[in-house]
């Protein structure tokens, strides 16, 4: 039986953190992004982020994003600086081709910083890319 279930590989769907100036608060802050460079739109995308090390954890959000257009970005949260100090995981669900597919992306405790910036084209701004 389970070797008749097919799961699916999500391939290019990526999460980005992309420091940013922020008017309201003007100063610069990470925020993540949900980045689709598939040929094809995905659609009802839930996003479950949480931040976790050894003793600490932070409150489970999630996010309903609905439909991201192929070659697109959509925002999914700010990110505290706190929490960059924490292991940072979002687990990404959506259908496309008339599947559900599944991935988990992991920004390790301390990598989120300045120095590991580099150019995201799909956003078109400077960020961290998952891999």
């Known amino acids: 039986m389970k070797k008749d279930i097919e799961i699916p590989i999500a391939k290019n769907?990526?999460?980005?953190?992309v420091r940013e100036w922020?008017?309201?608060?003007?100063?610069?802050?990470?925020?993540?992004?949900?980045?689709?460079?598939?040929?094809n739109q995905i659609e009802m995308v839930f996003v479950v982020s949480k931040g976790f090390d050894e003793q600490r954890k932070t409150s489970i959000m999630r996010h309903g994003l609905g439909a991201v257009a192929s070659k697109s970005f959509a925002k999914i949260e700010l990110l505290q600086e706190d929490v960059l100090a924490l292991n940072n995981e979002f687990f990404v669900t959506f259908f496309a081709e008339n599947k559900l597919f599944e991935k988990r992306f992991l920004f390790s405790k301390n990598s989120i910083k300045e120095?590991?910036?580099?150019?995201?084209?799909?956003i078109e701004k400077e960020g961290i890319l998952s891999e």
Not at 115 to 122: L, T
Request: proline share 0%; no cysteine.
């Open 13 to 17: 769907v990526y999460v980005a953190i």
């Open 115 to 122: 120095d590991a910036i580099k150019h995201i084209s799909v």
């Open 22 to 39: 922020d008017d309201d608060f003007l100063s610069k802050e990470w925020n993540a992004y949900l980045i689709n460079d598939r040929k």
